[in-house]
Nanobody, 124 residues
Framework: QVHLVESGGGLVQAGDSLRLSCVASGRTFSDLGMGWFRQAPGKENREFVASISGSGGNTYYPDSKRARFTISRDNAKNTVYLQMSSLRPEDTAVYYC????????????????WGQGTQVTVSS
């Protein structure tokens, strides 16, 4: 079992930057593909934001997120980060950390492990 705990969410203004963190426990961290998803208010599905391979050598983004979002990881700290810049009101969502042992790019499957989420609210 993998336990994920997100932090770093909050209320920011449009144009601000924010860094989310997710600490993992329960398995060897470098074995885990890690990623971030988000669920906007009123939306049923979670949207893929970014993912990163176990070594950190490969990152994956949808085209819409590539310019403003950066995922990274520190395997010594069992932590994955999401740096978000130039935030917009439409970035308002609950951001979820996710992990899986089966793939480097966890957007290619439904991840086995999820955190509880952290709220990000961007005011205009």
């Amino acid at each position: 079992q993998v336990h994920l705990v997100e932090s770093g969410g909050g209320l920011v203004q449009a144009g601000d930057s924010l860094r989310l963190s997710c600490v993992a426990s329960g398995r060897t961290f470098s074995d885990l593909g890690m990623g971030w998803f988000r669920q906007a208010p009123g939306k049923e599905n979670r949207e893929f934001v970014a993912s990163i391979s176990g070594s950190g050598g490969n990152t994956y983004y949808p085209d819409s997120k590539r310019a403003r979002f950066t995922i990274s990881r520190d395997n010594a700290k069992n932590t994955v980060y999401l740096q978000m810049s130039s935030l917009r009101p439409e970035d308002t969502a609950v951001y979820y950390c996710a992990a899986d042992l089966r793939a480097d790019n966890i957007a290619s499957l439904y991840p086995d492990y999820w955190g509880q989420g952290t709220q990000v609210t961007v005011s205009s």
